[in-house]
């Protein structure tokens, strides 16, 4: 796609480069189209979604897969980078590129390329408003636990263990002091880079199927480690070493060093990304596949 370039035939010139935020009212240059794709994916293998030069990373295997079918360098955006060991079910993602192809010759020529870890599960040409990060107004993540006495052999990439009896209702209970827009400091990461703690909780509930515990959260952005610091505090309530109350003012105090461990990274999955219904993004069985999709009543 080349060197960014300055478009001067608009009221107001920008410069345009591969995967830019477009300005309102403007188009992409001519010849170049915007795709999206989603994008499931097996953290575990991996260093987390963002390239690195020192190990494998999941947007460095996609960008190397469309680009082989593009036959020309292909770059990728995405909605939310997520860490080592963390995984995707409905990763959104969108790229500009000269080349034409089909959305099923896309489809088909990414996965035949693509480790059998990481895979796209629909192609769609996208209006040149539509960006996968900017565009988006949530994202919901799941953190999955095993609670059984003994670690799964199958399944211990992608559930965290918890061998004590977790009391899922006294979690949920307490997850719902979480909604609203506050100040998460005291889930943040040390080396979280945002410019504002504050984060708008749109929804989140506890739920237990069988031998497994569900947290579901959905807010307009996360914090770094935001979600699994609050699945290690909804921990500690489960097993009953915290009050339900406790959580509030772990809230309230805006303190790191006062909460709790934060939880593994291999029982998050980023399993969903909300648009304006303007952009038509297909909908997916938020999963991972071994959670129901029947969920309990609110």
């Known amino acids: 796609m080349g060197e960014p370039f300055l478009i001067t035939n608009s009221d107001t010139p920008w410069r345009y480069s591969p ?19 989603a ?14 030069s020192h190990s494998p990373s999941v947007q460095a295997e996609v960008e190397a897969a469309l680009t082989t079918v593009a036959n020309e360098p292909i770059t990728v955006a995405c909605a939310g980078r997520t860490d080592t060991g963390v995984h995707g079910t409905n990763q959104i993602i969108h ?42 107004t949530a994202r919901t993540y799941r953190y999955v636990i095993t609670n059984q006495p003994q670690r799964s052999a199958l399944f211990h990439h992608w559930l965290t263990w ?16 979480l909604l609203g827009e506050n100040d998460f400091s005291s889930f943040r990461a040390a080396g ?25 959260i959905t807010a307009n952005a996360f914090l770094h480690h935001m979600v699994r610091n609050i699945a290690g505090s909804l921990l500690c309530i489960g097993r009953g070493e915290k009050s339900v109350e406790w959580l509030v003012s772990l809230l309230a105090c805006r303190d790191r060093t006062r909460a709790p461990a934060t ?3 291999n029982g998050l999955y980023l399993v969903k990304v909300s648009y304006p219904e303007v952009f038509s993004i297909p909908e997916f069985n938020m999963g991972p596949q071994f959670v129901s999709t029947i969920l309990p009543a609110e």
């Open 19 to 37: 995967n830019v935020l477009i300005p309102e009212g403007e188009d992409l240059p001519e010849g170049i189209k915007r795709i999206a794709a």
């Open 39 to 52: 994008v499931e994916y097996d953290g575990s293998s991996f260093c987390g979604w963002q390239r690195q």
């Open 192 to 216: 979280c880079q945002s410019n504002s703690p504050n984060r708008n909780v749109h929804s989140v509930r506890v739920w237990r199927q069988e031998g497994l515990v569900i947290c579901e």
């Open 162 to 177: 918890e061998k004590k009896p977790l009391d899922e209702s006294l979690m949920n209970q307490a997850a719902q002091q």
């Open 263 to 265: 939880a593994p990274a």
């Open 95 to 136: 790229f500009d590129t000269q080349a034409d192809r089909q959305p099923r010759n896309w489809l088909l020529g990414a996965n035949a390329n693509l480790p059998y870890g990481i895979r796209l599960h629909w192609v769609e040409e996208k209006s040149a408003s539509f960006h996968a990060r900017f565009s988006a």
